[in-house]
């Protein structure tokens, strides 16, 4: 596919609705300087998980996969004062580089990264009586996407908002019997939405600067 007016529209929109300032711009130089893989989101999406904590008054966020911390930036800036992301990520290698990106844009006290595989320390906030999130974005690794989704389910309240990247891959999904776990991960965590009762949620696809890719968004209407 030529993508070409998919990037020149995408470009279009973020120099009028998501022009990166120097903190988002150093995040990505950092990032790639790290030699780790720039699959972060783009300023696009960037804005469009700030609409969604803005609709929802997110006082508290989750996010699943820290990265660089490009994403947390965007969401712990569409925070109120008092509020907090609290960012999951496994490799403290990237968490290091993310708490300096967030350090540098001036969030420290807005963030929170806490390095661990996430399905561990999913379950240790479930027990450990974490308060619900308001929003949660999961863009960790994609073969337990369902899995996370129902652990985040369990830090929800009626009303959160839960959102997961990278569930459409180029199209990949509608191949059966797919090798990638990363492909199944996200076709078992699609299925699962379109069955699931404790949620209201549609697929977004989307295009751009990025890979052809999408995004689910979830609103939760019973608490599991
Ligand atoms: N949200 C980021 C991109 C995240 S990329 C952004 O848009 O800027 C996915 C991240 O998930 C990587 O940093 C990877 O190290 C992390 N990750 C992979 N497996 C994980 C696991 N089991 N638990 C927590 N983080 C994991
Ligand atoms: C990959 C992961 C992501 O979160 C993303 O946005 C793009 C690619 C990956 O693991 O390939
Ligand atoms: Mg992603």
Redesign the pocket.
């Known amino acids: 596919m030529d993508n070409t007016l998919f990037e020149q529209v995408d470009q279009y929109i973020g120099h009028l609705l998501a022009p990166e300032d120097k903190a988002l711009i150093d995040t990505t130089a950092s990032t790639e300087a790290a030699q780790i893989p720039l699959?972060?989101?783009s300023p696009v999406q960037g804005k469009l998980l700030q609409v969604f904590a803005r609709a929802c008054n997110a006082h508290r966020i989750l996010?699943?996969?820290?990265?660089?911390g490009?994403?947390t930036i965007w969401l712990a800036r569409a925070l109120p004062a008092g509020g907090k992301v609290i960012t999951?990520?496994?490799?403290p290698t990237?968490a290091a580089v993310a708490q300096k990106n967030i350090d540098n844009a001036r969030l420290a006290d807005k963030v929170e990264i806490r390095v661990g595989?996430?399905?561990e320390v999913l379950e240790q906030m479930i027990a450990s009586g974490e308060a619900p999130f308001d929003l949660v974005f999961i863009?960790?690794?994609k073969p337990p996407y369902k899995e996370y989704f129902q652990l985040a389910l369990r830090l929800s309240r009626q009303g959160t908002i839960i959102i997961c990247d990278n569930v459409v891959r180029n199209g990949s999904i509608l191949e059966t019997g797919h090798n990638d776990e990363r492909v199944t991960g996200v076709q078992r965590l699609n299925e699962y939405l379109g069955q699931c009762r404790e949620v209201t949620a549609t697929i977004l696809q989307m295009v751009g600067m990025k890979e052809y890719d999408g995004m689910a968004i979830a609103v939760v209407e019973q608490p599991q």
């Open positions: 699959i972060s989101i996010e699943l996969g820290t990265l660089g490009y994403s999951l990520e496994l490799e990237h595989r996430a399905m863009d960790a690794d």
